[in-house]
C-alpha cells in the first residue's frame, strides 16, 4: 500500500527557511519513471504544483514562483524525498503536500495535480514576522 507522509513544516520568519519531508512507503524511490511532486495550496486558492523530480535521472521542474528558492531532491536510502525552501515570503504560505506518479511520463506537465495517483496528507507552512 502506498504512503507519503510529509513533515517539517511550521511557523517561520520571512527570508528563512524550512526544510520538508515527504517519507515513502509502498514503493522504492529508485524504481525508474515514476515521480514525486510537491504542491501547495493556501485558502481560497487552488492547489498549486511547485517542484517535482523523476525517479528515473532525478531531473527536476519548478514553478517560476520559487525558482532559484526551492530545492527538490531524494535520498533512496531513506525512501524520502526533500524540498528545501529558502528566502521564504509571505505568499508561501500554504498547506505543502507530497504526491507520487506510479506511471511513466515527464515534463513541465508533472506541476500539476492532475498528474498524481497518491497523496500524502499536507503540513502547514505559514511565513510571517
Known amino acids: 500500500q502506498v504512503q507519503l507522509v510529509e513533515s517539517g513544516g511550521g511557523l517561520v520568519q520571512p527570508g528563512g527557511s524550512l526544510r520538508l519531508s515527504c517519507a515513502v512507503s509502498g514503493f522504492k524511490l529508485d524504481l525508474p519513471y515514476y515521480a514525486i511532486g510537491w504542491f501547495r495550496q493556501a485558502p481560497g486558492k487552488e492547489r498549486e504544483g511547485v517542484s517535482c523530480i523523476s525517479m528515473s535521472d532525478s531531473s527536476t521542474y519548478h514553478a517560476d514562483s520559487v525558482k532559484g528558492r526551492f530545492t527538490i531532491s531524494r535520498d533512496n536510502a531513506k525512501n524520502t524525498v526533500y524540498l528545501q525552501m529558502n528566502s521564504l515570503k509571505p505568499e508561501d504560505t500554504a498547506v505543502y503536500y507530497c504526491?507520487?506518479?506510479?506511471?511513466?511520463?515527464?515534463?513541465?506537465?508533472?506541476?500539476?495535480?492532475?498528474?498524481?495517483?497518491?497523496w500524502g496528507q499536507g503540513t502547514q507552512v505559514t511565513v510571517s514576522s
Open positions: 504526491a507520487a506518479r506510479l506511471r511513466a511520463a515527464w515534463g513541465p506537465l508533472m506541476l500539476h495535480h492532475n498528474q498524481y495517483d497518491y
